[in-house]
């Protein structure tokens, strides 16, 4: 299975992006995905995630009530709409398929493939 990570770019405060995961390879409907970040100097961090169905997402609390995680399992692709931007959100954003797919779970250690990451800068 690859992941390619897309929709990075540089922001301004209070603004809005969309990131895009492709996947190639796999049985990519069955996957929960997620989002990491890692800003410069800091941990890898849980961002957001969704189950196989997409019935279930989870976020972290920094996050919660301005990014939605979705999928299009026709496209094989997962998405992170991510609104109200701060500075604080400026990242390396990265994409990732648990082949467990039941539970959005936050522990990166439960994720199987990765992608490449996508530079997300915000300018206040």
């Known amino acids: 299975v690859q992941l390619q990570a897309s929709g990075g770019g540089l922001v301004q405060t209070g603004d809005s992006l969309r990131l895009s995961c492709a996947a190639s390879g796999g049985p990519f409907g069955s996957y929960a995905l997620g989002w990491f970040r890692q800003a410069p100097g800091k941990e890898r961090e849980f961002a957001a995630a969704?189950?196989?169905?997409?019935?279930?997402?989870s976020y972290a609390n920094s996050v919660k009530g301005r990014f939605t995680i979705s999928r299009d399992d026709a496209k094989k692709t997962v998405y992170s709409q991510m609104n109200s931007l701060k500075p604080e959100d400026a990242a390396v954003y990265y994409c990732a398929a648990d082949t467990y797919g039941v539970d959005p779970t936050g522990d990166d250690r439960d994720y199987d493939y990765w992608g490449q990451g996508t530079q997300v800068t915000v300018s206040s």
């Open positions: 969704i189950n196989w169905s997409g019935s279930f997402k």
